[in-house]
Protein backbone atom coordinates (compact mmCIF):
# COMPACT_ATOMS: atom_id res chain seq x y z
CA UNK A 1 0.00 0.00 0.00
CA UNK A 2 1.11 3.58 -0.82
CA UNK A 3 1.60 6.06 2.06
CA UNK A 4 -0.41 8.87 1.11
CA UNK A 5 1.05 12.50 1.09
CA UNK A 6 -0.51 15.82 0.82
CA UNK A 7 0.05 19.49 -0.39
CA UNK A 8 0.88 22.15 2.73
CA UNK A 9 -2.15 24.59 2.11
CA UNK A 10 -1.77 26.14 5.45
CA UNK A 11 -1.39 29.95 5.83
CA UNK A 12 2.38 29.48 7.45
CA UNK A 13 4.95 29.58 5.59
CA UNK A 14 6.45 25.96 5.09
CA UNK A 15 10.12 27.43 4.28
CA UNK A 16 13.38 25.94 6.45
CA UNK A 17 14.95 28.74 7.72
CA UNK A 18 18.20 27.78 8.90
CA UNK A 19 21.43 30.43 10.06
CA UNK A 20 24.06 28.10 7.58
CA UNK A 21 21.70 28.47 4.37
CA UNK A 22 20.29 31.77 4.17
CA UNK A 23 18.40 31.67 0.65
CA UNK A 24 16.25 34.71 -0.31
CA UNK A 25 12.01 33.17 -0.32
CA UNK A 26 9.10 35.20 -0.72
CA UNK A 27 6.45 32.90 -1.03
CA UNK A 28 6.05 29.31 0.02
CA UNK A 29 7.61 27.04 -2.74
CA UNK A 30 6.57 23.86 -3.08
CA UNK A 31 5.78 21.80 0.32
CA UNK A 32 4.61 18.35 0.33
CA UNK A 33 4.24 17.19 4.09
CA UNK A 34 2.86 13.44 4.71
CA UNK A 35 -0.04 12.79 7.06
CA UNK A 36 1.24 11.69 10.06
CA UNK A 37 3.74 14.69 9.75
CA UNK A 38 6.60 12.28 9.59
CA UNK A 39 8.17 13.94 6.86
CA UNK A 40 8.54 17.41 4.91
CA UNK A 41 9.53 18.02 1.46
CA UNK A 42 9.59 21.36 -0.16
CA UNK A 43 11.34 22.23 -3.35
CA UNK A 44 11.76 25.51 -5.06
CA UNK A 45 13.96 26.74 -7.85
CA UNK A 46 15.67 30.25 -9.21
CA UNK A 47 17.75 31.01 -12.24
CA UNK A 48 19.28 34.25 -13.61
CA UNK A 49 19.94 35.41 -17.20
CA UNK A 50 21.69 37.99 -18.16
CA UNK A 51 23.32 40.00 -21.52
CA UNK A 52 26.50 41.70 -20.81
CA UNK A 53 28.38 44.59 -23.28
CA UNK A 54 31.92 44.19 -22.13
CA UNK A 55 34.43 46.76 -23.44
CA UNK A 56 38.36 46.07 -21.95
CA UNK A 57 41.13 47.97 -22.71
CA UNK A 58 42.67 46.62 -25.60
CA UNK A 59 40.20 45.03 -26.94
CA UNK A 60 36.85 44.67 -29.40
CA UNK A 61 34.09 45.46 -27.37
CA UNK A 62 31.61 41.93 -27.25
CA UNK A 63 28.22 40.67 -26.18
CA UNK A 64 27.71 37.68 -23.86
CA UNK A 65 24.74 36.22 -23.10
CA UNK A 66 24.54 33.52 -20.17
CA UNK A 67 22.08 31.51 -17.91
CA UNK A 68 24.43 32.78 -14.77
CA UNK A 69 22.59 30.48 -12.45
CA UNK A 70 20.21 28.05 -12.41
CA UNK A 71 19.46 26.16 -9.12
CA UNK A 72 17.45 23.52 -7.40
CA UNK A 73 17.01 23.49 -3.80
CA UNK A 74 15.12 20.93 -1.49
CA UNK A 75 14.64 21.04 2.31
CA UNK A 76 12.14 19.70 5.13
CA UNK A 77 12.85 17.28 7.94
CA UNK A 78 12.54 13.53 8.75
CA UNK A 79 10.92 11.76 11.82
CA UNK A 80 11.04 15.15 13.61
CA UNK A 81 10.77 18.43 13.06
CA UNK A 82 14.17 19.29 14.90
CA UNK A 83 16.33 16.60 12.24
CA UNK A 84 16.37 18.71 9.16
CA UNK A 85 17.83 18.73 6.04
CA UNK A 86 18.81 21.00 2.79
CA UNK A 87 20.14 19.95 -0.51
CA UNK A 88 20.89 22.72 -3.22
CA UNK A 89 22.02 21.63 -7.00
CA UNK A 90 23.57 24.16 -9.19
CA UNK A 91 23.32 23.43 -13.32
CA UNK A 92 24.20 26.31 -15.20
CA UNK A 93 27.92 26.87 -16.60
CA UNK A 94 29.16 29.63 -14.62
CA UNK A 95 28.25 27.43 -11.34
CA UNK A 96 29.43 24.24 -12.14
CA UNK A 97 33.12 25.26 -13.70
CA UNK A 98 35.04 23.83 -16.65
CA UNK A 99 35.25 19.65 -16.32
CA UNK A 100 38.63 18.94 -15.95
CA UNK A 101 40.55 15.39 -15.71
CA UNK A 102 40.63 14.24 -12.80
CA UNK A 103 38.17 16.93 -10.68
CA UNK A 104 34.39 15.83 -10.03
CA UNK A 105 31.58 17.62 -11.34
CA UNK A 106 30.94 21.08 -9.14
CA UNK A 107 26.57 20.21 -9.09
CA UNK A 108 26.46 19.66 -5.62
CA UNK A 109 26.73 22.99 -3.63
CA UNK A 110 25.08 21.73 -0.68
CA UNK A 111 24.11 19.17 1.02
CA UNK A 112 23.96 19.15 5.07
CA UNK A 113 22.14 17.60 8.10
CA UNK A 114 21.05 19.97 10.51
CA UNK A 115 19.76 19.15 14.23
CA UNK A 116 17.76 22.35 15.37
CA UNK A 117 17.12 21.17 19.63
CA UNK A 118 15.68 24.74 20.60
CA UNK A 119 15.42 28.52 18.35
CA UNK A 120 18.81 29.19 20.14
CA UNK A 121 21.03 26.37 18.52
CA UNK A 122 21.83 24.75 14.85
CA UNK A 123 24.07 22.27 14.52
CA UNK A 124 24.75 21.32 11.17
CA UNK A 125 27.15 18.52 9.06
CA UNK A 126 27.97 18.70 5.79
CA UNK A 127 28.59 20.90 2.79
CA UNK A 128 27.55 24.14 3.08
CA UNK A 129 28.60 27.94 3.54
CA UNK A 130 30.78 28.76 6.40
CA UNK A 131 30.28 31.97 8.32
CA UNK A 132 31.80 34.39 6.57
CA UNK A 133 31.47 37.53 5.21
CA UNK A 134 28.23 38.95 4.74
CA UNK A 135 27.51 39.37 1.03
CA UNK A 136 28.86 35.55 0.71
CA UNK A 137 26.99 34.30 3.43
CA UNK A 138 23.87 35.81 1.61
CA UNK A 139 22.39 33.80 -1.25
CA UNK A 140 23.38 34.93 -4.57
CA UNK A 141 19.18 35.90 -4.85
CA UNK A 142 19.40 38.36 -2.60
CA UNK A 143 22.09 40.89 -4.12
CA UNK A 144 20.99 44.13 -5.39
CA UNK A 145 23.84 44.55 -7.80
CA UNK A 146 24.40 41.27 -10.60
CA UNK A 147 27.37 40.23 -9.11
CA UNK A 148 29.21 40.47 -5.82
CA UNK A 149 32.56 42.57 -4.96
CA UNK A 150 36.24 41.97 -6.47
CA UNK A 151 36.65 41.76 -2.84
CA UNK A 152 34.53 38.79 -2.03
CA UNK A 153 35.84 37.14 -5.92
CA UNK A 154 39.17 37.12 -4.02
CA UNK A 155 38.85 36.51 -0.32
CA UNK A 156 35.88 34.73 0.56
CA UNK A 157 36.18 31.31 2.67
CA UNK A 158 32.74 29.74 0.91
CA UNK A 159 31.61 26.18 1.08
CA UNK A 160 33.23 23.78 3.02
CA UNK A 161 32.55 20.44 4.38
CA UNK A 162 32.68 19.66 8.44
CA UNK A 163 30.71 20.68 11.42
CA UNK A 164 29.38 24.45 12.53
CA UNK A 165 27.89 25.08 15.38
CA UNK A 166 25.47 28.42 15.92
CA UNK A 167 24.07 29.49 18.67
CA UNK A 168 20.84 32.42 17.91
CA UNK A 169 20.04 35.11 19.98
CA UNK A 170 17.71 37.30 17.99
CA UNK A 171 15.02 39.80 19.61
CA UNK A 172 12.78 42.54 17.90
CA UNK A 173 13.66 45.23 19.46
CA UNK A 174 16.49 44.91 21.48
CA UNK A 175 20.22 44.29 21.90
CA UNK A 176 21.02 40.57 19.82
CA UNK A 177 23.81 38.91 19.07
CA UNK A 178 24.70 35.48 17.33
CA UNK A 179 28.25 33.38 17.32
CA UNK A 180 28.86 30.98 14.78
CA UNK A 181 31.84 28.42 14.49
CA UNK A 182 33.04 25.55 12.07
CA UNK A 183 35.61 22.94 11.58
CA UNK A 184 35.89 21.85 8.35
CA UNK A 185 38.08 20.48 5.44
CA UNK A 186 39.70 23.75 4.26
CA UNK A 187 39.59 22.17 0.81
CA UNK A 188 36.44 23.36 -0.36
CA UNK A 189 33.11 21.91 -1.70
CA UNK A 190 33.06 18.41 -3.91
CA UNK A 191 37.06 17.61 -3.17
CA UNK A 192 37.80 13.46 -2.71
CA UNK A 193 41.10 12.35 -3.24
CA UNK A 194 42.81 15.16 -1.50
CA UNK A 195 43.41 14.38 2.24
CA UNK A 196 45.63 15.98 4.63
CA UNK A 197 46.50 16.57 7.88
CA UNK A 198 45.00 20.18 7.82
CA UNK A 199 41.92 21.50 8.60
CA UNK A 200 39.85 25.13 8.74
CA UNK A 201 38.71 26.86 12.07
CA UNK A 202 36.19 29.59 11.79
CA UNK A 203 34.50 31.49 14.18
CA UNK A 204 31.82 34.51 14.07
CA UNK A 205 30.43 37.02 16.06
CA UNK A 206 27.52 38.51 14.76
CA UNK A 207 25.81 42.06 16.86
CA UNK A 208 22.91 43.49 16.66
CA UNK A 209 22.89 46.59 18.80
CA UNK A 210 19.19 47.38 18.11
CA UNK A 211 17.49 44.10 17.53
CA UNK A 212 16.66 41.60 14.64
CA UNK A 213 15.76 43.03 11.40
CA UNK A 214 12.35 42.30 9.76
CA UNK A 215 11.87 39.20 7.90
CA UNK A 216 15.60 37.86 8.52
CA UNK A 217 16.99 41.40 6.61
CA UNK A 218 20.72 40.43 7.55
CA UNK A 219 20.24 38.31 4.83
CA UNK A 220 19.69 40.09 1.88
CA UNK A 221 20.71 43.39 0.59
CA UNK A 222 18.64 46.93 0.22
CA UNK A 223 15.89 48.10 2.41
CA UNK A 224 12.61 46.10 0.46
CA UNK A 225 10.78 45.72 3.25
CA UNK A 226 11.10 49.43 4.25
CA UNK A 227 11.81 49.08 8.14
CA UNK A 228 9.95 51.13 10.04
CA UNK A 229 13.05 51.53 12.77
CA UNK A 230 16.77 51.99 12.04
CA UNK A 231 18.51 48.38 12.40
CA UNK A 232 22.41 48.08 12.50
CA UNK A 233 24.67 44.74 12.21
CA UNK A 234 28.12 44.78 12.54
CA UNK A 235 29.94 41.37 12.45
CA UNK A 236 33.68 39.39 12.05
CA UNK A 237 34.92 36.76 11.13
CA UNK A 238 38.15 35.14 11.50
CA UNK A 239 39.34 31.63 9.73
CA UNK A 240 42.63 29.99 9.59
CA UNK A 241 42.82 27.10 6.90
CA UNK A 242 45.90 25.07 8.11
CA UNK A 243 47.56 23.41 5.14
CA UNK A 244 45.89 24.52 2.05
CA UNK A 245 46.22 23.62 -1.16
CA UNK A 246 44.62 25.96 -3.54
CA UNK A 247 45.25 29.73 -4.40
CA UNK A 248 42.55 31.13 -2.42
CA UNK A 249 42.21 28.41 0.63
CA UNK A 250 38.56 26.49 -0.12
CA UNK A 251 38.60 28.08 -3.93
CA UNK A 252 41.33 28.78 -6.78
CA UNK A 253 43.37 26.52 -8.59
CA UNK A 254 45.80 24.36 -7.02
CA UNK A 255 48.86 25.07 -4.90
CA UNK A 256 52.60 23.58 -5.43
CA UNK A 257 53.28 23.60 -1.77
CA UNK A 258 50.80 23.62 0.89
CA UNK A 259 50.19 27.08 2.48
CA UNK A 260 48.34 28.00 6.17
CA UNK A 261 46.68 30.72 5.79
CA UNK A 262 44.31 33.29 7.94
CA UNK A 263 41.41 35.68 7.03
CA UNK A 264 39.83 38.16 8.23
CA UNK A 265 36.24 39.31 7.31
CA UNK A 266 34.38 42.09 8.84
CA UNK A 267 30.88 43.91 7.90
CA UNK A 268 28.73 46.57 8.95
CA UNK A 269 24.99 47.01 7.65
CA UNK A 270 22.39 49.85 8.00
CA UNK A 271 18.74 49.78 7.05
CA UNK A 272 15.73 52.35 7.68
CA UNK A 273 12.57 53.36 5.62
CA UNK A 274 14.18 52.31 2.08
CA UNK A 275 17.72 53.33 2.80
CA UNK A 276 20.61 50.64 2.76
CA UNK A 277 24.35 51.38 4.08
CA UNK A 278 27.17 48.21 3.91
CA UNK A 279 30.86 48.37 4.43
CA UNK A 280 33.34 45.56 4.53
CA UNK A 281 36.99 44.59 4.98
CA UNK A 282 38.45 41.60 3.87
CA UNK A 283 41.85 40.31 4.06
CA UNK A 284 43.83 37.26 3.73
CA UNK A 285 47.76 36.26 4.92
CA UNK A 286 49.83 33.33 4.78
CA UNK A 287 52.33 32.10 7.11
CA UNK A 288 55.34 31.77 4.26
CA UNK A 289 55.65 33.17 1.23
CA UNK A 290 52.81 32.94 -1.39
CA UNK A 291 54.40 32.13 -4.15
CA UNK A 292 54.80 28.42 -4.41
CA UNK A 293 57.20 26.79 -7.39
CA UNK A 294 56.78 23.56 -9.59
CA UNK A 295 59.44 21.49 -8.19
CA UNK A 296 59.52 19.56 -11.35
CA UNK A 297 59.87 22.76 -13.32
CA UNK A 298 60.88 25.96 -11.55
CA UNK A 299 59.88 28.14 -14.46
CA UNK A 300 56.42 27.26 -13.62
CA UNK A 301 54.48 28.61 -10.40
CA UNK A 302 51.22 29.64 -8.34
CA UNK A 303 50.99 31.62 -5.80
CA UNK A 304 48.01 32.13 -2.83
CA UNK A 305 46.04 35.26 -3.25
CA UNK A 306 47.16 37.89 -0.34
CA UNK A 307 45.82 41.37 0.67
CA UNK A 308 43.47 42.94 1.19
CA UNK A 309 40.09 44.86 0.34
CA UNK A 310 37.26 47.30 1.59
CA UNK A 311 33.35 47.40 -0.12
CA UNK A 312 31.29 50.32 0.04
CA UNK A 313 27.30 50.29 -0.94
CA UNK A 314 24.94 52.60 -0.28
CA UNK A 315 20.89 52.49 -2.00
CA UNK A 316 17.39 53.86 -2.10
CA UNK A 317 14.66 51.76 -2.36
CA UNK A 318 11.32 53.90 -3.94
CA UNK A 319 7.93 53.23 -2.80
CA UNK A 320 7.62 51.90 -5.95
CA UNK A 321 10.04 49.28 -5.48
CA UNK A 322 12.94 51.11 -7.49
CA UNK A 323 16.08 50.79 -6.02
CA UNK A 324 19.15 53.18 -7.08
CA UNK A 325 22.49 51.58 -6.13
CA UNK A 326 26.11 52.82 -6.13
CA UNK A 327 29.27 50.54 -4.79
CA UNK A 328 33.05 51.25 -4.81
CA UNK A 329 35.38 48.76 -3.95
CA UNK A 330 39.39 49.11 -3.60
CA UNK A 331 41.82 45.74 -3.49
CA UNK A 332 45.47 46.20 -2.82
CA UNK A 333 47.11 42.89 -3.52
CA UNK A 334 50.29 41.69 -0.93
CA UNK A 335 53.76 42.34 -1.31
CA UNK A 336 54.42 38.70 -2.10
CA UNK A 337 52.46 38.88 -5.40
CA UNK A 338 52.33 42.89 -6.18
CA UNK A 339 54.59 42.10 -9.24
CA UNK A 340 52.11 39.76 -10.53
CA UNK A 341 48.67 41.03 -10.10
CA UNK A 342 47.21 44.78 -10.03
CA UNK A 343 45.62 46.24 -7.62
CA UNK A 344 42.20 46.78 -8.50
CA UNK A 345 39.32 49.76 -8.17
CA UNK A 346 35.65 48.68 -8.72
CA UNK A 347 32.98 51.31 -9.35
CA UNK A 348 29.49 50.09 -9.85
CA UNK A 349 25.81 51.54 -10.35
CA UNK A 350 22.87 49.88 -10.82
CA UNK A 351 18.81 49.88 -10.74
CA UNK A 352 16.83 46.88 -9.58
CA UNK A 353 12.79 46.69 -10.34
CA UNK A 354 11.61 44.27 -7.31
CA UNK A 355 8.38 42.86 -8.54
CA UNK A 356 8.00 40.28 -6.01
CA UNK A 357 11.24 41.36 -4.28
CA UNK A 358 14.25 39.16 -4.74
CA UNK A 359 12.49 36.11 -5.77
CA UNK A 360 11.39 38.48 -9.12
CA UNK A 361 13.28 41.22 -9.79
CA UNK A 362 14.78 42.96 -13.17
CA UNK A 363 18.25 44.37 -13.08
CA UNK A 364 20.67 46.83 -14.97
CA UNK A 365 24.43 47.34 -14.09
CA UNK A 366 27.30 49.25 -15.16
CA UNK A 367 30.40 48.53 -14.04
CA UNK A 368 33.91 50.51 -14.02
CA UNK A 369 37.36 48.81 -13.73
CA UNK A 370 40.72 50.55 -12.82
CA UNK A 371 43.63 47.81 -12.72
CA UNK A 372 46.64 49.60 -11.56
CA UNK A 373 50.08 47.26 -12.44
CA UNK A 374 52.85 46.99 -10.34
CA UNK A 375 55.24 48.42 -14.19
CA UNK A 376 52.92 51.48 -13.92
CA UNK A 377 50.71 50.76 -16.34
CA UNK A 378 46.78 50.69 -15.96
CA UNK A 379 43.97 49.06 -18.07
CA UNK A 380 40.50 50.17 -17.88
CA UNK A 381 37.69 48.10 -17.80
CA UNK A 382 33.84 48.40 -18.34
CA UNK A 383 30.83 46.33 -18.71
CA UNK A 384 26.55 46.85 -19.12
CA UNK A 385 24.23 44.24 -17.74
CA UNK A 386 20.82 43.11 -17.95
CA UNK A 387 19.61 40.63 -15.46
CA UNK A 388 16.38 39.01 -14.59
CA UNK A 389 16.07 36.61 -11.87
CA UNK A 390 12.86 34.89 -11.00
CA UNK A 391 12.45 31.77 -8.79
CA UNK A 392 9.59 30.22 -6.47
Given at each position: M???????Q?????????????????????????P?????????????NRV??I???????AYD???RR??????????????L????????P???G????????N???????F????K?W????????L?????R?N???????????I??????ID?????Q???L??Y????S?NF?T??????G??V?G???DG??V???????P??????DG?YF??D????K?????L??A??Q??H?KRT??????D???????KS???D?????K?W??????M???T????I?I?????????????????D????????????F???Y?I????S?????T?????????V??????????????????T???????T???????FQV??G?
Amino acid sequence: MHAQVTIEQSKHDNDIKLSALPYYSFGKGVGITSPDSLYQFNIRFRMQNRVTYINNDGENGAYDGQIRRLRLRFDGYVGNPKFLYAIQLSFAPGDVGEIKDGENLNIIRDAVIFYRPNKHWNIGFGQTKLPGNRQRVNSSGGLQLTDRTINNAKFTIDRDFGFQFHNLNEYKDKFSYNFKTALSTGEGRNVTGKADDGIAVTGKIELLPLGAFSKDGTYFEGDVVREKKPKVMLSGAFQQNNHAKRTQGQLGNDLFEQRTMKSVLLDAMFKYKGWAAMSSYMSRTTNDNAITINPLDITESNYVFVGNGFDYQLSYNTKANYEFIGRYSIQKTGSDIEKLTPNTKQYSFGVTKYIWEHAFKVQAELNYDTLDYYNGTTKNNWYLRFQVEIGI
